[in-house]
């Protein structure tokens, strides 16, 4: 097999530099001390992405932005735009279909590429590589790193190992001089916890942990362990998969809001606004949901969730929203709202419609309006349409999860 992942450098930054730089910006976000981040007044103020200059000066991701400004004074910070993150991403997935029709989104700016029989198509698979490189970098005007190997998890690793804007190859001929010698904690699936308990067990390395004796992994972490011991030697069967649903548990949206809920309709547009990113999600995926939750965490930080089993599966804005609103009905206890989520799991491929003489509205005509308004949004973005008592609510929409500005598009309450 010959698979290759594809990574986009310091990804939201790079999307908005490019954005800027198309627009007629005198100023590259890449070559500035900047970051993408979100705002301190409604309660997200971290570091979603950072420059090459950003991070010398120690800013790492996922720090608060006060963190991040005492390290850089001048620090640039630009507030994410989901909208346009989810464009560019979707333009790179297209470009990669032209080399392959296994192409898996593994997230919004990684994908993997199944380039075995492409291979007999376009030849030798770096040159390859790096003409999908170039042609991201000359036509959509933002760098990937691109990984190959024999198994996703050695193209991941081999995508790493120098950035930005670079090919490389790791196949398991090459795992002892190129992988090895790299700190464990560079390894997939180690985190910060998991790299501290390692090296107290001196493995400073992947490979002293590759050559360690699986049974003595096995006694510290479990069945985690043979899992790291398999990675650490590049052992690795999983597919590329066209869709990433039969793996997800869920599909879910959430947000924290700028100020305190305590009215009812306001939770509810909130909650429908996050059932709308849902829905076409789902949509997307062609997936649909079986287990409706919701959660609710209020003023004092105190969460709770309810969830409900549909007696169909379901993808519909309008029927999942239904099944959102009694959720939050039986559950709100009245007291201040800060963060509001919404998610579908026990996700299926298989429609099955059960006719009801209670069902208020025409699940085919509603099944019609999704998808009209989802191709829409998709051709000429998600500001093209949106519900008329929204603007008027006072509660502002959510992009992507994050409070934001009243012009996006959402849906309104009551549908």
């Known amino acids: ?19 800027e730089l198309e627009n007629g910006s005198n100023r590259d976000l890449r070559t500035l001390p900047a970051i993408i981040g979100g705002d301190q007044t409604k309660r997200h103020g971290i570091v979603l992405a950072k420059s090459i200059p950003a991070k010398k000066q120690g800013i790492i991701t996922g720090e608060s932005l006060l963190e991040a400004r005492l390290k850089c004074p001048g620090l640039l910070v630009i507030a994410p735009n989901y909208q346009l993150f989810a464009q560019c991403s979707e333009a ?24 075995t029989a492409s291979q007999r198509l376009f030849g030798d698979p770096v040159e390859t590589a790096h003409t999908i490189r170039n042609r991201i970098k ?67 390395t992947i490979g002293e942990l590759a050559k360690n004796d699986p049974s003595f992994l096995r006694l510290h972490f479990k069945s985690y362990g043979t899992l790291l011991w398999q990675y ?42 996050l059932t709308e990113k849902v829905g076409l999600r789902m949509r997307r995926k062609k997936a649909l949901g079986q287990v409706v939750t919701i959660s609710i965490k209020n003023f004092h930080l105190e969460k709770l969730s309810h969830q409900r089993r549909l007696t169909h599966p379901c993808q519909s804005t309008r029927g999942l929203y239904e099944v959102v609103e009694t959720l939050f009905d039986e559950a709100w206890t009245g007291a201040p709202i800060r963060h509001l989520g919404v998610r579908v799991s026990d996700l299926t491929d298989q429609p ?28 000429y973005g998600e500001k093209i349409l949106i519900r008329g008592c929204f603007p008027h609510s006072g509660i502002k929409s959510i992009q992507g999860g994050v409070a934001e500005n009243d012009d996006y598009p959402i849906m309104t309450s009551l549908l």
């Open 232 to 273: 650490a030697n590049g052992i690795d069967d999983s597919l590329v998969r066209e869709s990433n649903f039969p793996a997800q548990k869920g599909i879910g949206n959430s947000t924290t809001i700028s100020f305190d809920v305590n009215d009812r309709k306001e939770a509810l547009l909130v909650l429908l606004s």
């Open 92 to 115: 790179m997935y297209e470009l990669l279909l032209e080399y392959s029709p296994h192409v898996q989104r593994y997230s919004v700016d990684e994908c993997f590429l199944d380039y």
């Open 352 to 379: 099955f419609e059960q006719l009801s003489l209670f069902d208020t509205y025409d699940r085919e005509k509603d099944a019609t309006l999704d998808a009209t308004m989802d191709k829409l949004r998709k051709r």
């Open 138 to 204: 000359e036509e959509l005007g933002f760098t990937v790193n691109i990984g190959i190997s024999s198994n996703k998890l050695l193209a991941k690793m081999g995508g790493e190992l120098k950035k930005p804007d670079q090919v490389h190859t790791l196949f398991p001929a090459e795992i002892a001089a190129k992988m090895w010698p790299l700190p464990v904690g560079d390894l997939f699936m180690v985190g910060r916890a998991t790299q501290k308990k390692l090296q107290r067990l001196n493995i400073q």
């Open 1 to 19: 097999m010959i698979i290759f992942h594809i990574d986009v450098n310091s990804a939201y930054l790079s999307w908005q530099a490019a954005y």
